[in-house]
């Protein structure tokens, strides 16, 4: 009986030391399983380089990317380029070009200044460089299937 007592408490310490170096490592990031996911842009046969993507899942988390040289993006949900969750997706682009007005502010007081300044009928203009129903997730026809492998979508927009 003696023997049973004293085993107890190194048999509890080893059971919590267990649990305990379980929930300190962990059993993976607790994030819903991820794919990554890259590819193209192009509109009229050219490169989108300037914009964003976002791939919508409903009542998931989004995705999104900034489009870059060549049109290519990659997706980020949770750390940069981990990817889009598994799943049907809406497509969102939102690529615009925008010229003219003040230079951008580089600094909060640069940015109060502006907002004081009087106010000219020349302000910055806006090109959209992909038609405006590809930029909301209630008027894009885009969708993509993300699957658990690497996933390289384009998207071939036309006018």
């Not at 405006?132 to 390289?152: F, G, I, M, W």
């Amino acid at each position: 009986m003696k023997n049973l007592i004293c085993k107890a408490p190194a048999r509890r310490r080893t059971a919590t030391w267990l649990i305990a170096s379980g929930m300190l490592l962990g059993c993976g990031d607790g994030h819903p399983p991820l794919a990554p996911v890259s590819g193209v842009v192009t509109f009229g046969g050219k490169p989108v380089e300037t914009g964003t993507i976002a791939f919508h899942q409903p009542g998931g988390r989004s995705a999104a990317g900034a489009l870059g040289p060549g049109g290519a993006y990659k997706l980020t949900t949770f750390e940069a380029g981990d990817g889009a969750l598994l799943g049907t997706h809406k497509v969102v682009i939102d690529a615009v070009r925008v010229s003219g007005g003040p230079p951008p502010a580089k600094s909060f007081a640069d940015e109060i200044k502006q907002s004081q300044m009087p106010q000219t009928s020349a302000g910055p203009t806006v090109q959209r460089l992909v038609p405006e129903n590809y930029a909301s997730q209630t008027s894009t026809p885009l969708e993509a299937e993300v699957k658990s492998e690497d996933n390289v979508i384009n998207f071939h927009l036309k006018k």
